[in-house]
């Protein structure tokens, strides 16, 4: 038995259906076991889990993808690049209006 050390802290429980998928739908769907669901982005398995956003959607991600998603999604909102377009407008004025 390999138990882990008292320092390290522990992991919080997965927020997925991999309990509640039969045997059957996995292997009809093709999904290998240990997951429940087939990434959207990228094809790998993958857990089905809400969207790591603030959109109210859940779907299939794998654990780089859910990472990537996690860090890019204000990059797709518009008022992101409304306010960085206008953050640099005000940094050029101000640099050259001296």
Not at 16 to 39: E, N, T
Not at 61 to 84: E, G, S
């Amino acid at each position: 038995m390999d138990a882990k050390p008292a320092s390290e802290p522990a992991k919080p429980p997965r927020q997925c259906y991999c309990a509640s998928l039969d045997a059957d739908f996995r292997q009809k769907q093709h999904i290998p076991v240990g997951y429940c669901g087939i990434c959207e982005r990228c094809g790998q398995p993958g857990h089905t889990q809400h969207f790591p956003g603030p959109l109210p959607y859940t779907g299939a991600w794998c654990d780089r993808c859910v990472k990537i998603v996690a860090l890019t999604w204000p990059l797709k909102h518009p008022a992101f690049w409304t306010v960085l377009f206008m953050a640099v407008v005000a940094g050029l004025t101000y640099y050259f209006k001296k």
